[in-house]
């Protein structure tokens, strides 16, 4: 129970495929008490079985491209619940009609979405973190290999992922002196909903698969374990790390 006595915020859950909730369910094993966000009622409502499965607090609105809504969400849990220990970042968003066939044909207005929602907000969850966490903490956001290797189809969202790892480099020195850690996990594909926005998404899971030195896809349930891990005091030392959980494959470079 390395979590036990612990309590933290889960952004990005849409459902029961979600990284997000192999995470939450990992943490709760581990004894953490969860509270989690949405992005409008709509999904709110979606998500409010799986809140109550978790701990029961009430879900918190918070779309993280609106101004303000970060640091009200971060206010309200404050009056509500009180300080916390932990956040995790699992939210990334891009028009999937760009995650298909050449980068270049990437609009200027989906580029700017993508990085707002999947790497500014993460910036802007730092910055407010401190208030939430004032005896310091554990953060983490998720990421992925694209934003090192090309992927097919991934385009927009590897420069999204490229330019969350080195935020997540800086907001470490940033954050130190608070003693709260900065870390992402970059993960191996898995089918979600946001995934099944990527074109040609089976394959991406079946070249990797096919690749790994464990000869299988990674599971909610490895990112959640590794997740858990960098979120708790077992991991008191590691700050702005990217740490691969993707069963090996970006070790690999050439595979006959
Ligand atoms: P998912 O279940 O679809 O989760 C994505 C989440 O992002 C959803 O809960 C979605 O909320 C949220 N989101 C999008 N725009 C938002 C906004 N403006 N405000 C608040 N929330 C917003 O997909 P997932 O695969 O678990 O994705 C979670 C994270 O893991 C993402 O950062 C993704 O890039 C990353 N990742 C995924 C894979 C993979 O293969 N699945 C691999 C590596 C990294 P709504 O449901 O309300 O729209």
Known sequence: MIMQGKKG?????????????????????QGAELIFTAQTDYFKNKISDIANEFGGHEVILCDVSKDG?????????????????????SIAFSDKNELLGKYYNTSRANFLNAMNISC???TEVCKHSQKLMPNGGGLVTLTYYGSEKVVPNYNVMALAKSALETSVRYLA?????FWIRVNSISAGPIKTLAASGV????????????????????TQKDI????????????SGITGEIIHVDCGCNTIGVKF
């Open 9 to 29: 915020l889960i952004m990005g859950m849409a459902n029961k495929f979600s990284i997000a909730y192999g995470i939450s369910e990992s943490l709760k094993n």
């Open 69 to 89: 809504e970060i640091e009200n969400a971060f206010d309200q849990i404050l009056k509500d619940i009180g300080p916390i220990d932990f956040i995790v970042h």
């Open 120 to 122: 500014y907000s993460f």
């Open 173 to 177: 020195d940033d954050l130190g002196e």
């Open 199 to 218: 074109g040609e998404f089976s394959k991406i899971l079946e070249y990797e698969r096919n690749r790994s030195p464990l000869k299988r896809n990674v």
């Open 224 to 235: 959640g374990d590794a997740c858990t891990f960098l979120l708790s005091d077992l991991a």
